[in-house]
């Protein structure tokens, strides 16, 4: 058969059909189908189809150790929070982006230690505790934690200013699902612009800016683990985030405690900020079957 217009899905369908995966063969046939509609509705000039191989070479280029343009570029196109939502636990708290600086190991750290290895911040402390979607309360969970500093960025984008592991921390819930630790109100920050991605938010007049938030990945046996985020309310671009990751549960009030016994309790004086984030995790699928 001719490959024309009308005939060129079918072909490229049927070019499939041996895929001994069955999961694969449904995915290339929709991403042809999907791919053949686009490039119908679109019509591009063969320079712009060359501009979009550029472009993607560009993208690939730009990564390598400690830069994933290809995640950046997936997150501002609402591709990642999709991703995420379409997986998320139904009874548990919602998950949210894991971002591109999820890429070094955090330090080991005990309740009530502070991961604002600087001491140059107002002090902050965020303290929840995490349970079960019945309400029971988990002891032992890991909880890996990292975060912008009030100028808006993390250790590894600022190695001669930052000592590595600035911002991050390990935890594990006491007895009672309870965690506790010392930090500094995040800034809301650009994405890397310095790339691709960059040049397309430009292009497209938008901006690059997230909304101040702490890195969460809640983990516990026989639960589904949950990375998410807890938002500063009242944040700059809280209503804009530039890769679409807010949800309204977990934006939270950074409020000024004046609670001495909880100062005391925190290894802060009075006043400090305080966050309370709590954490659902959602029973596992295999241990409920
Ligand atoms: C982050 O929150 O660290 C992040 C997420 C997506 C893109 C860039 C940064
Ligand atoms: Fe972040």
Redesign the pocket.
Known sequence: MDFTVETATAAVVESFKNTEDPRLRQVLESLTRHLHDFVRDIEPTMQEWEAAIDFLTAVGQKCDDTRQEFVLLSDVLGVSMLVETLNGAEHGTESTVL?P?HMTVSPRRELGDSIDLLSTGRPCVISGRVTSADGTPLPGVELDVWQ?SEDGFYDVQQPDVQPPGNGRGLFRTDDEGRFWFRSVVPSHYPIPTDGPVGRLLEATGRHPF?PA?V?FIASADGHQPVTTHVFVAGSPYIESDAVFAVKRGLITDFTESHDTQDADRFGVTAPFTHATFDIVLATAPEATS
Do not use: I, K, P, T
């Open positions: 971002g600086f912008c997230r938030h890195h």
